[in-house]
């Protein structure tokens, strides 16, 4: 797997994911939406670099030049719920490419401390032959990623992989690494040390999807 840090170097995304941490700031739900948006646009122009173009003509008023074009093979996929934000921000820069949503959340077992990761909808057109952006906000055991990868075998074969995520632990992204192969991508903009013993990113910035759009009951 292929990892590309944004925070590798300072940038305005470190402002947002500041903000994003940050429990004053957090309380402004529609603020925190808004930086996981840019966050995502910010990702999207840098894996834009990375596509493939085709050469096409176009007719200015005063008169024709030949210009690189994004070949409109992509197929943007978020996990619900938290996804959304993420989503709307590669969707500003990719207008053009199809969607894909699909569910997955921690099911704890007995109302213990253990959970697995149940992925029970997904909306998705063919990804045969496509470019797969996969969008998650947390990346955090890692298991989301991996058993929506799973699910989503079902709707073909894509040609290329791009995982996308605001913030994940070290120890997910190690076993992404063990599992998926050389040629899948993995845009991140910080990567934190630490799960806790409940399997949450530390230092973080809690549960996004609560964050985004309120507390939910716990399954």
């Known amino acids: 797997m292929k990892i ?28 925190f939406r808004r930086n996981i948006e840019r966050l995502g646009e910010i990702m999207s122009y840098e894996l834009s670099k990375t ?12 008169d024709t030049i030949k210009q690189p074009y994004l070949q409109n093979d992509l197929v943007i996929c978020s996990i619900l719920r938290a996804g959304i934000p993420l989503h709307n921000g590669i969707l500003n820069y990719f207008d053009d490419a199809d969607n894909s949503f699909i569910s997955a959340y921690r099911h704890h077992l007995d109302n213990s401390e253990e959970f697995e990761i149940k992925v029970e909808y997904m909306a998705s057109p063919s990804l045969e032959n496509k470019t797969l952006l996969l969008a998650d906000p947390m990346l955090a055991t890692g298991r989301s990623f991996a058993n929506v990868m799973e699910a989503l075998q079902e709707m073909g074969k894509p040609k290329a992989i791009h995982l996308m995520a605001v ?14 192969p050389e040629n899948v991508h993995l845009w991140i903009a910080a990567i934190d040390p630490d799960l806790d013993e409940n399997g949450y990113i530390v230092p973080g910035l809690g549960d996004a999807g609560d964050l985004c759009f309120g507390t939910k009951k716990q399954h």
């Open 4 to 31: 590309h840090h944004l925070l590798k170097d300072n940038s305005v995304a470190t402002t947002f994911i500041a903000q994003l941490r940050d429990v004053k700031i957090q309380k402004d739900r529609l603020r």
């Open 167 to 180: 913030i994940g632990a070290q120890e997910g992204i190690d076993y992404l690494e063990k599992i998926l």
């Open 51 to 62: 596509l493939a173009y085709t050469e096409k003509t176009i007719t200015t008023p005063l």
